[in-house]
């Protein structure tokens, strides 16, 4: 029985798919190399991620742009087009339709789903609170508290291996739910269940990334209408969220938000709606979860390949901070400019989001004279342009945080539409500082306090092959063998 009912859903979305490419998609098939390349997988041969070979393509290009017609798709990492995109022509180049429908029933109106007037207001709204200095203070305190308690104490324990990559996805929820919700999942206690929030979060993210990859938006919507399969689950797993999230509103409704700092109670003093407030605050926690594990991630495979700059990092906080001695407040943190150069340079070769992209709104032609029509999808591809000769020179494929630094060894950070990891323009990301904090305060924290070595040492040409998902994922985790080298700070 169970078997019939899925053959007639897939006959039906066959049928349905081939009326939708016949009515409303004229480009099926076509036979340029880049497309058939695309539609044969013939790429694969030659390169382990999608993002190389478009890093391929994009560097033999003259325009540093290129054309997916199957996919209606143009990708750029021409500094000059993004500039465009994101500021000069800003409102030609919303989110739009496709992307927020897809996320939809995740994220609702939150801030990363929504163009216009909502997102205006959750733009100004979030950016005052973010931008205060007592917001500075308490995000400090999560961290370091997250770290002296949790981090440290779990990487103590006797020569170990341990998967980096999963220690920093469960210590930045930890940090991401206490900075938004005010509550504590304990995730990075590994003798606890993880907790309920993040597995339906994990879930709900994973099921609705997917969503994109369906040949046609038609397959899910039909899935989802039907109540059938991966959207049945994602129905439920949005539906654990949001009692979880309606559970904690309504406690601190009873127990009162005006003295609490997290983000929650701070909008709770403006909005009523629970739905709303919902959807703002789980903007945040998926802005903030898997970005920072994976910036993280890339930059401990990066150091252990690069004794030179662990060494160089630790002169500078001896420096400024003290040998054995701990930061104390984060201004000093300011002072290190090759921390940050290091930082910079890492998300310069791994951007925790690799390409992002908008949807043309009406005709427009960019700047490398790429003619675009209305509904295009339009792609930034900061990956890409990590390993561009003309952006970065002719040592851009080296790790070398030294690119960062003046003459006097002072942080500099240049061109924002140079480096787009953080996106640019209006739309940059509103977490950046708190990003960069907790991306600086771990690694001072760990290297240290720790010797980190990869399990299986990469060759000099190795590199990571990644997950297909919103966030740079390592397909095997980060294995590393940890030992302590000091007792204290
Ligand atoms: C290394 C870590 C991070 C990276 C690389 C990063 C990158 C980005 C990018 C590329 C966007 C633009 C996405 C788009 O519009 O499609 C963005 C937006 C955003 N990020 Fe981050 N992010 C990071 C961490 C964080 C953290 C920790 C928070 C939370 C405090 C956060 C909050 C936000 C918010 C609220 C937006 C939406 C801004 C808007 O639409 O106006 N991000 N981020």
Redesign the pocket.
Known sequence: MELQASLFFWILIFLLYLLFSLLIKPKLWCNCEICSAYLTLSWSKQFNNLCDWYTHLLKNSPSKTIHIHVLRNTITANPENIEYMLKTKFHNFP?GKPFSIILGDFLGRG??NVDGDS?KFQ?NM?SMELGKTSTCCYVFDIINCEIKTRLVPLLSKQDQVLDLQDVFKRFSFDV?CW?SFGIDPSCLELSLPMSKLAMAFDLASKLSAERAMNVSPLVWKIKRALNLGSEKELKRAIERINLLAKEVIRQRRKTGFLNSNDLLSRFMSIINDETYLRDIII??LL??RD??AS?LTSLFWLLSKHSNVVSAIKQEADRIIGENKELTCFDQMKELHYLQATVYES?RLY???QF?SKFCQNDDVLPDGSVLKKGTRVTYHPYAMGRIEEIWGEDCLEFKPERWLKHDGVFSPGNPFKYP???AGF?V????E??LL??KTVTLSLIRRFRIQLLTPPSPDQHPRFLPGLTATFSDGLPVLVRNIQPQP
């Open positions: 989110k801030i990363f997102w733009k979030a991401i900075f903007s945040f802005a903030g970005t920072v910036g998300m951007p925790p989001i992002d990891i953080f996106q739309r990301c509103l977490g950046k708190m990003a907790e991306m």
